[in-house]
Every structure is written in C-alpha cells, then in structure tokens.
C-alpha cells in the first residue's frame, strides 16, 4: 500500500520504536523489513512518476534529522547495529562494543561497529531530488529514521562512501546476488513515499529485477 501522508509514516515509526523498547534482549532480525517481491515491485516500478531528476539547491543533511532517538538511549544508528548484527553487545550509552556484521552488499564481514555505515537505501540527496525537497522537516526525518521498511542497511563502510548519493542508474551492490533485493528495496522505499525516478534509472531497476 502506497503511503501518501506523514501521518501513516509517523505512526508506522512510532510502531516501531515501541516495538523496539525491548529488542536488545532478543536475537538479531539480521536485516530490515522485506520488501515485497520481484512481481510487485515490478508492479511499482511501473507505477513511479518518471521525470528527470531536480537540482539540489537548498540541499543539507541537516534537512532529514536522522539518527534520533528510537528507545531509551538508543538512536536509529545503534537499533539497527542491533538488529542487523549477531551477539550485539551494548555499553550503558546503547553504543554496540562487539558483534558481527556481515555486509549485505560485498558479503564483507566485521567485527567493529566502526567499520559499518547505515545506509540509507535511497540517499538522502537522491531523495531531494526525487521530490523530498518539498516535504516537511518532520517527513524528512521519518525518512530519515524508517526502521518499518527496506530503507536502513549496515553495510561496509568504504562501500556505502562510493555508493554516495548514486541511484541505481550509476552504482550497484559489488555483489551481484543481492542485486535483486537492492532494486526491491529501492522501488519499495521510492513507492512508499511517492518520489520520482529518472528514465536511466528505471531501466536499471528493470535490469536488476530480470536477475531475481
């Protein structure tokens, strides 16, 4: 179901930081909510305003608020360390010490937090482009948190620094299985939020569904 409004967005983050009051006790999810599959996402795609992609004037991270507090003193940051992780462990300040991470975009793994970046699936600059310029400041941070879909990774760090702000038009995950899941993820988090995509990167998205 398309999401149009930040008050279904809102609430569904809400949800979810509820249902995180208590994850740190639980096994790891290793990976955020699926999206749907390769025949829906088909379906999206071809439902997706295409035009060409705006400027970026007026652009600033500091426009989508992100890595807030999500439960007690845990940002987004380390609920999805957490989540995504195997045998986490935690200091007082929620700061993940140890674990594992296998990065699902090499097949990388890490045993340091601090060689893991949070990926926003769709960078936050593609998303000013794609029509984030004009929502809300509260629309863009739930954007910029969204633990209920696709949208938050923890990948190898130097991975998502030549990923950037590139759509899939100009940059695919390394490893080459989990393209199909990347396109999925990319036309689920565009979709939800009603943003654009360039023709370049249409046929991309279509590329990479023809390997799932």
Same mark, same amino acid.
């Given at each position: 179901?398309? =999401?149009? *409004? =930040?008050?279904?967005?809102? =609430?569904?983050?809400?949800?979810?930081? %509820?249902?995180?009051?208590?994850?740190?006790?639980?096994?790891?999810?290793?990976?955020?909510?699926?999206?749907? *599959?390769?025949?829906?996402?088909?379906?999206?795609?071809?439902?997706?305003?295409?035009?060409?992609?705006?400027?970026?004037?007026?652009?600033?991270?500091?426009?989508?608020?992100?890595?807030?507090?999500?439960? *007690?003193?845990?940002?987004?940051?380390?609920? /999805?360390?957490?989540?995504?992780?195997?045998?986490?462990?935690?200091?007082?300040?929620? @700061?993940? /010490?140890?674990?594992?991470?296998?990065?699902?975009?090499?097949?990388?793994?890490?045993?340091? @937090?601090?060689?893991?970046?949070?990926?926003?699936? /769709?960078?936050?600059?593609? @998303?000013?482009?794609?029509?984030?310029?004009?929502?809300?400041?509260?629309?863009?941070?739930?954007?910029?948190?969204?633990?209920?879909?696709?949208?938050?990774?923890?990948?190898?760090?130097?991975?998502?620094?030549?990923?950037?702000?590139?759509?899939?038009?100009?940059?695919?995950?390394?490893?080459?299985?989990?393209?199909?899941?990347?396109?999925?993820?990319?036309?689920?988090?565009?979709?939800?939020?009603?943003?654009? =995509?360039?023709? %370049?990167?249409?046929?991309?998205?279509?590329?990479?569904?023809?390997?799932?």
């Amino acid at each position: 179901m398309k =999401i149009t *409004g =930040i008050t279904a967005v809102t =609430i569904s983050a809400l949800t979810a930081a %509820a249902s995180l009051a208590a994850p740190f006790a639980s096994a790891a999810l290793a990976a955020p909510p699926p999206p749907p *599959g390769a025949s829906e996402a088909s379906q999206h795609l071809a439902g997706l305003t295409v035009e060409a992609e705006g400027s970026l004037t007026g652009y600033s991270r500091e426009k989508f608020p992100h890595w807030i507090t999500q439960s *007690g003193t845990c940002n987004t940051r380390e609920v /999805v360390l957490k989540r995504d992780g195997t045998d986490v462990k935690t200091d007082a300040s929620c @700061a993940a /010490v140890s674990g594992t991470w296998k990065s699902p975009y090499d097949g990388a793994t890490w045993t340091k @937090a601090s060689d893991i970046d949070i990926d926003h699936m /769709v960078p936050l600059a593609e @998303a000013w482009r794609s029509g984030a310029s004009a929502w809300t400041t509260s629309r863009r941070q739930a954007f910029a948190n969204d633990l209920t879909s696709s949208q938050l990774w923890a990948v190898t760090d130097n991975v998502n620094q030549a990923k950037g702000d590139k759509d899939p038009a100009k940059w695919s995950p390394p490893l080459s299985s989990f393209r199909c899941m990347y396109a999925r993820s990319w036309i689920d988090v565009k979709y939800r939020y009603g943003l654009t =995509i360039d023709s %370049a990167e249409k046929t991309a998205l279509s590329g990479m569904l023809g390997t799932c």
